[in-house]
């Protein structure tokens, strides 16, 4: 009797649309809710919201953020406030996407988009420094004058080996 069921099942299955897409040309639409690759964000005038708090380094429960904050000048000035994130990293094979650093950060600098394309094929790859993170200022130039090179770390990246 139970195989009867099984062979219904199956026949009734086979004449249904099939759900499958054709990825990566078609895609399904994601949730707003969804919380995909980090953003950090800028005011209307080009400096960056980011003070260089670190509140969303503090929520974050896989520790997977480090920022670094540093003194802005009259003569190089980064943030309007005091301090500005020096050095801003996300190391993504830490992070469980849960949104605590969006919700901790008073100036809502560091947002999570919509982009779920992520892959690595080092672990360097996956650390975010901040000239990735960072949004493009709205006249399409660096608008504040610090610049960074891709892959330039400020801190020694740890070697992440099994010690056993």
Same mark, same amino acid.
């Given at each position: 009797?139970? &195989?009867?069921?099984?062979?219904?099942?199956?026949? @009734?299955?086979?004449?249904?649309?099939?759900?499958?897409?054709?990825?990566?040309?078609?895609?399904?639409?994601?949730?707003?809710?969804? @919380?995909?690759?980090?953003?950090?964000?800028?005011?209307?005038?080009? &400096?960056?919201?980011?003070?260089? %708090?670190?509140? %969303?380094?503090?929520?974050?429960?896989?520790?997977?953020?480090?920022?670094?904050?540093?003194?802005?000048?009259?003569?190089?000035?980064?943030?309007?406030?005091?301090?500005?994130? @020096?050095?801003?990293?996300?190391?993504? &094979?830490?992070?469980?996407?849960?949104?605590?650093?969006?919700?901790?950060?008073?100036?809502?600098?560091?947002?999570?988009?919509?982009?779920?394309? &992520?892959?690595?094929?080092?672990?360097?790859?996956?650390?975010?420094?901040?000239?990735?993170?960072?949004?493009?200022?709205?006249?399409?130039?660096?608008?504040?004058?610090?610049?960074?090179?891709?892959?330039?770390?400020?801190?020694?990246?740890?070697?992440?080996?099994?010690?056993?």
């Amino acid at each position: 009797m139970n &195989l009867i069921k099984g062979f219904a099942t199956t026949f @009734k299955h086979l004449w249904e649309e099939p759900v499958t897409v054709n990825y990566p040309e078609e895609m399904k639409p994601f949730s707003q809710r969804y @919380k995909g690759r980090h953003h950090l964000r800028r005011y209307e005038n080009g &400096l960056e919201k980011c003070i260089g %708090c670190s509140l %969303c380094a503090a929520a974050c429960p896989a520790d997977a953020i480090w920022v670094e904050a540093a003194e802005n000048t009259d003569e190089e000035r980064y943030s309007p406030g005091e301090r500005y994130a @020096k050095t801003y990293e996300i190391n993504m &094979l830490r992070c469980i996407f849960c949104g605590y650093c969006e919700d901790a950060c008073p100036t809502q600098a560091i947002q999570l988009g919509h982009e779920h394309r &992520l892959s690595f094929t080092d672990r360097r790859d996956a650390i975010y420094v901040k000239n990735m993170l960072i949004d493009p200022a709205p006249d399409g130039q660096d608008s504040t004058p610090r610049k960074v090179e891709p892959g330039v770390y400020t801190r020694p990246i740890p070697d992440m080996q099994n010690p056993y």
